[in-house]
């Protein structure tokens, strides 16, 4: 099964809020992923985007980066969210997405090699939504990973 | 109507995504609000709470909070969450109850100072999720108020 495939996949089996949320994996490789969301289950009282729905999708596209790393290194860890920011700059008025950062192969590496050694490492990862041409949202996570 | 059943109300109306996440108004007064979820509605890969649903029921926690102290002064503002932190400190495994701090009378009273010689305001609360005893999450968010 392609990796897009299957992290739609253990997104909508085992976190079922991702159903009701609406999360779809839009776009995904080695260094970088996108989830999408779509606005009208995910609504507030002024009918922009609800800012748990934001952090939600936010905190899922850095898993899902992680996700994607650890397969590729064919390591199954465990992953946990430890701490994380978030800013909303502007209300986002249509469906959206997050994308991660692009992250590089230095990163990524030192990641996978402080692993090894100790059997836990941690990364921090920036999320961003647009709203158009502006950032909307930014997520800043960190994420652990564990024997 | 009675504060609790209002503003449970507007939380499954205006805002869909509660309704998924089953949240309920567990406890309110002048000063602090508890809201409450149900584990199975917000399971993650692990079995335990999904951090975007403890998030999300911290982070309207907060916004509860504000909309009653709002009430009571009978201002009608709009309400933003404009940045938040997050820390995970255990997982959760059972339902769980996000309660804010107990806001105090001279916090309140300046917060709506500065709104009605400004038209806005600020103001920063912390929210807690317990795991039995165990603090197992530790919300901080800066809401503004504004015409």
Known sequence: MKMKDQLQQVLN???????????????????????????DKNTNHKSTAFGGSLYSLSVLTGWSLVYVILKRFDINAHIVIQHSEIDYLYPVKNDFVACSEEVTETKINKFIKVYKRKGRARIMLDVKIMNGLERAVHFS???????
């Not at 009701?20 to 970088?32: L, P």
């Not at 996570?141 to 024997?147: E, S």
């Open 13 to 39: 089996n085992e976190i079922p809020l991702t159903n009701a949320i609406g999360i779809k994996v839009e776009n995904i490789s080695n260094s970088m992923v996108c989830l999408k969301a779509p606005l």
């Open 141 to 147: 996570g960190d994420y652990v990973i564990h024997k």
